[in-house]
């Protein structure tokens, strides 16, 4: 008898779970903001090119402009790694699209042997990110990243891989957070596809 009790009672269990994660899941993985790096670039070695770096705010996420005063997207941190890191001599964030015309309070955007990082936070009130609600991906380009690839890059791609540990979005007092830990930022990495110099010669 106890033993038949304790089987009805964990298929309870395990039935009321299923009805949590049908009626909750599909709307958790639904609501999720994104960071995007641009894949369609190709270029020669040598060349210095610009890759578009976007943002999109989706409805029924913890920030933005569909939330209270408080509650938007004003803070952007990201941080891409580029492998191989030989393929690249040079590589620099900066503002672009939405942003171009906005004045950061703060404003960093450092740079090692393998990556490329931007964190920048704007006033809310003077300065707001005006992005466009649920976009269609990738949303609003937000930043680039000016590359000059090295003069000896072999031809194939480079991989530009966002850090899931630095990358986030926030609000202007940085309270909350949008990352892929919590799950409410989906990542989406980038490529540059470099030529052959016999390749690029036919361009």
Known sequence: MTSRRCRNLESCWVAALGIVCLFFLPAFLAAQD??????????????????????????????????????RIQ??????????ASSVASKLFSRAGITAGLTPIFQATPTTATTASYLGTFDEVT????????ATAPGNQVLKITVTLAAT?????IDLTLDPTATLFANQAGS????????????????????????SALR
């Open 34 to 71: 994104g960071a995007t790096l641009s894949t369609g670039v190709i270029a020669a070695p040598g060349a210095t090119i610009e890759i578009p770096v976007f943002a999109r705010d989706a409805s029924a996420t913890p920030l933005g402009v569909d939330q209270p005063a408080g509650s």
């Open 75 to 84: 803070s952007l941190s990201y941080k891409v790694t580029f492998t191989p």
């Open 127 to 134: 300065n707001p990110i005006p992005f466009t609600l649920d």
């Open 153 to 157: 890059a072999p031809a194939g791609t």
């Open 176 to 199: 909350t957070e949008e990352t892929p830990a919590n799950g409410w930022l989906a990542l989406a990495d980038g490529q540059i596809t470099v030529l052959s110099n016999a390749a």
